[in-house]
């Protein structure tokens, strides 16, 4: 019989494989074989499909840290008059670590995380002049920020990293879950600190100079002073009543010590109200650029500053409000968008409201500009 005889219409092939058939074994063990495997390599096998999704991410992340790396060098390099190669000495700051105080008495606590904190931001500025004396201060504040920002990106792909290789020596997958679930803001985040370099290398506004901008256009024809390190003081008036008006020193990238300097003014002049204007990370659903008013010190940072406002003012019975202009991760560390700086002429208007709404003829204010001021003067 030839193959071109054969009448394939004629064959049953439910009975030749058994489909349909309970008691075959052939289809038994098609059924259950899978189950078997599952239950006992079930957790391999999600591992081993987790884990390239994530290795994909770290791969990433380590072309972050590389690449933050060599344009904080390379810009030391340009930019600063160094004699002598600083690759050796910036690969050992980005390995700096701060240990936190004790905190099983919370009794001063704030004061002690302020000086360790405070003490690392001093002894990186010295190290960093000490690479070029006659570096002006614009520059050090860059090389500063670009620093922040190479030890950062190092950082979290030293901490993913290390999960996932603790997961995978143990070849657990629930030790797995934790990172992958978290591992999209991370990303998001990383990929936000990346761009930033950028904005900060030319000195260009980002969108959390939003609130020095607001301020620093308040001060363009006034005197100013320096009321605390890295923070800049002004007075003006609005009808009849008397504005402090407070930012960080720009066009530098920094975010000044605002909370040294509330303590001050309020020592020799009590304002009767303050204002305090910052970006606000936005909540998903909800527009870039929208302007919110609250209550409260409106201040991000690691909490030390916003401590000491909130005491002050508590101390002296003083309303805080607060003006916040809302806008991504990604909008708050990179250049500024047109959509964000346009809304400068909307919160002004919005500040002198509430100034009408809440105090008389006479009285004052503090109107404080929250944010990095890089590219922002006054």
């Known amino acids: 019989m030839t193959a071109e005889s054969v009448d394939f219409t004629n064959i049953d092939f439910d009975q030749l494989f058994g489909f349909g058939d309970d008691t075959n074994p052939l289809m038994m063990l098609v059924w259950i074989l899978p189950i078997i495997l599952f239950i006992f390599y079930g957790q391999r096998i999600q591992l081993q499909v987790t884990s390239g999704e994530i290795k994909k991410a770290i791969k990433k992340l380590e072309l972050y840290k590389n690449e933050s790396r060599n344009e904080l060098i390379d810009y030391v390099k340009k930019n600063m008059d160094v004699k002598y190669d600083p690759t050796k000495k910036i690969d050992r700051f980005l390995d700096y670590f701060t240990i936190m105080p004790v905190d099983m008495d919370p009794s001063g606590i704030v004061d002690k995380v302020q000086h360790i904190v405070r003490s690392r931001e001093d002894y990186t500025r010295e190290q960093v002049r000490a690479l070029s004396p006659k570096t002006s201060n614009l520059e050090l504040t860059k090389v500063q920020t670009l620093l922040e920002i190479a030890t950062s990106l190092q950082m979290i792909y030293k901490v993913i990293n290390h999960l996932f290789l603790t997961a995978k020596k143990q070849n657990n997958y629930p030790l797995i879950l934790p990172l992958q679930m978290i591992l999209p803001f991370i990303m998001e985040e990383a990929e936000a600190i990346r761009n930033a370099i950028p904005a900060f290398k030319q000195g260009q506004p980002i969108g959390d100079g939003i609130g020095p901008m607001v301020v620093g256009k308040m001060m363009l024809n006034s005197k100013k002073e320096t009321i605390a390190f890295q923070t800049i003081l002004s007075e003006s008036e609005y009808e009849g009543r008397k504005l402090f008006l407070l930012k960080a020193e720009g066009p530098g990238s920094t975010v000044g010590r605002p909370g040294d300097a509330v303590e001050k003014i309020i020592s020799k002049n009590k304002p009767d109200m303050i204002i ?103």
């Open 276 to 378: 305090m204007i910052d970006a606000a990370l936005k909540m998903e659903g909800e527009d870039s650029a929208t302007v919110a008013q609250g209550f409260g010190a409106a201040i991000g940072g690691i909490g030390t500053e916003r401590f000491h406002i909130e005491d002050i003012a508590t101390k002296n019975n003083i309303p805080i409000f607060a003006i916040v202009i809302k806008q991504s991760v990604k909008e708050a560390i990179t250049l500024m968008t047109k959509e964000i700086a346009d809304k400068a002429d909307e919160v002004h208007s919005q500040v002198y409201e509430m100034i009408n709404d809440n105090t008389k003829p006479g009285q004052s204010v503090l109107l404080i500009g929250v944010g990095n001021t890089i590219g922002v003067p006054q």
